[in-house]
């Protein structure tokens, strides 16, 4: 079955950096879209980042755009968020998300990974 | 970036029914905009019910049902059982970009 693990948050300095992951299980991970997602504590839901099957495209939510790069290791069945310059709004619950491969998006979901931005 | 909202809150009685809307503050919602409709419980990763305006998943129970009504992307809940009382957000696209509503607290009263 497909699984989806996220790894690498926990608690940083405002203005460092952090690279999230994610290892894909249970699917051909090189023919799906990837998208991570974030819930602060207490709020709803804020799309972060959509790349493509082949990593040929990547788009991002306004919010983060210029600070996050999304990216992926087809090889190695993993999906990355790298984090730069964070702020303390970027404190939250971080979910990976499969994307499509000519179907739904959003039909599986990691766990998630709190990731805190605090001096 | 466009701005999705939904209401706050709603309240439905067991057995009763409750429509979720969903709007777009670049006009009418249509199903170019390719709406998803998630729930959400306490403690756990959201969840898929409906995706491409009215489409369901195997485990979407037949309750749940997604439409475009008035210009906006609706979930109906027909039938409200007390496990349903959740956070319902929509989502919609736009060209590559996802945006998430703010959510919808159903409560099952």
């Known amino acids: 079955q497909v699984h989806l693990v996220e790894s690498g948050g926990g608690v940083v300095q405002p203005g460092r950096s952090l690279r999230l992951s994610c290892a894909a299980s249970?699917?051909?991970?090189?023919?799906?879209?990837m998208h991570w997602v974030r819930q602060a504590p207490g709020k709803g839901l804020e799309w972060v980042a959509l790349?493509?099957?082949?990593?040929?495209?990547?788009y991002y939510a306004d919010s983060v755009k210029g600070r996050f790069t999304i990216s992926r290791d087809n090889s190695k069945n993993t999906l990355y968020l790298l984090m730069n310059s964070l702020r303390a709004e970027d404190t939250a619950l971080y979910y990976c998300?499969?994307?499509?491969?000519?179907?739904?998006?959003?039909?599986?979901w990691g766990q998630g990974l709190l990731v805190t931005v605090s001096s | 970036q466009a701005v999705v909202t939904q209401e706050p809150s709603l309240t439905v009685s067991p057995g009763g029914t409750v429509t979720l809307t969903c709007g777009s503050s670049?006009?009418?919602?249509?199903?170019?905009?390719?709406p998803y409709w998630f729930q959400q419980k306490p403690g756990q990763a959201p969840r898929t019910l409906i995706y491409?305006?009215?489409n369901k998943h195997s485990w979407t129970p037949a309750r749940f049902s997604g439409s475009l009504l008035g210009g906006k992307a609706a979930l109906t809940l027909s039938g409200a059982q007390p496990e349903d009382e959740a956070e319902y957000y929509c989502?919609?696209?736009?060209?590559?970009?996802?945006?998430f509503g703010g959510g919808t607290k159903v409560t099952v009263l």
């Open positions: 491409d305006t009215s």
């Open positions: 790349i493509w099957s082949d990593g040929s495209n990547e």
């Open positions: 670049t006009g009418a919602v249509t199903s170019g905009h390719y």
């Open positions: 249970g699917f051909t991970f090189s023919s799906y879209g």
């Open positions: 989502l919609l696209f736009y060209s590559r970009v996802r945006v």
């Open positions: 998300a499969r994307g499509g491969a000519g179907g739904p998006d959003f039909d599986y």
